[in-house]
């Protein structure tokens, strides 16, 4: 794998990453936004402004200090994004791994994520990451994993 695909750090996002939020979200595909919200979204910096102060974000950064992927915790719940030309390099399942790591730290009993039903991609992962089936609702699933 080329050197600059790995990620080198994961870190809880704080405001002064707005511009690197932004140059992450430029590459993102469409669909890729669409599977992470669930609905098609045109991307702003008001977004980008937003994303920052909800919930609990971490970002793995590459060698160059630009943003790969992002998992972000909202109560107990999760989503997570990785950037479009740098999907399966291992990125979502490292920033999955954090995210279960930092919520076992701060004594959530557990943790779940709302996907697509089409969304094989992150179902996969999320099993791999031992999530497992919860319930569907409608085009939803949901996955969840009880922390120790
Ligand atoms: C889902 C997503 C985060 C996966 O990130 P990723 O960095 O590409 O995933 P990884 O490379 O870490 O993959 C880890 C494992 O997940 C599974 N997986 C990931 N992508 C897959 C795919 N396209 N098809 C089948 N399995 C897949 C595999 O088991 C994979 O392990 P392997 O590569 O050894 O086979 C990424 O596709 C993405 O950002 N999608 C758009 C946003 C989204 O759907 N978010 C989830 C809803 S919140």
Known sequence: MCASLVSERIRL???GDLPAYIRFAERLEPDDIR???G???RWTEAC????LVSGEAYAAFDAWGEISGIVRIV???LALIVRSDLKRHGIGLRLLDH????AVERGLPELSGHFLAENHPAL???HRAGFRLEGSYGSLVELRLCLP
Not at 99 to 102: C, D, K, L, S, Y
């Open 13 to 15: 996002l704080g405001p």
């Open 35 to 37: 599977l992470r919200f």
């Open 39 to 41: 609905r098609l979204l």
């Open 48 to 51: 980008a402004r937003e994303m």
């Open 75 to 77: 109560d107990t719940e």
């Open 99 to 102: 995210a279960v790591r930092r």
């Open 124 to 126: 996969a992962l999320a």
